[in-house]
Nanobody, 113 residues
């Protein structure tokens, strides 16, 4: 069964960093473009970053300059490096494979003051 498994979430103080990982159970080429979404309490799920074939990246305005999405095809893994974290970055972060319409289970990121 094809699946995505996120890891790397946790608690961090404002200004700190975390790196999320999304491991795919099959060749990442199957998954096509990959993205990270997040959902904060009481809010809708929103796109944070996306990486498409060829390595082009797209970011939400709220995270530009602070977050970096990358992909390591040899490990079938997509990463989200999050720096200069803010309180408003607190959310459950989900990995998404656009070609398959497949979500990971989510990983919680909590940023405190």
């Amino acid at each position: 069964q094809v699946q995505l498994v996120e890891s790397g979430g946790g608690s961090v103080q404002a200004g700190g960093s975390l790196r999320l990982s999304c491991a795919a159970s099959a060749s990442s080429s199957v998954f096509g473009g990959m993205g990270w979404y997040r959902q904060a309490p009481g809010k809708e799920r929103e796109l944070v970053a996306r990486i498409i074939s060829g390595g082009t990246t797209i970011y939400a305005d709220s995270v530009k300059g602070r977050f970096t999405i990358s992909r390591e095809n040899a490990k079938n893994t997509v990463y989200l490096q999050m720096d200069s974290l803010k309180l408003e970055d607190t959310a459950v972060y989900y990995c998404y494979a656009f070609a398959l319409g497949l979500w990971g289970q989510g990983t919680l990121v909590t940023v405190s003051s």
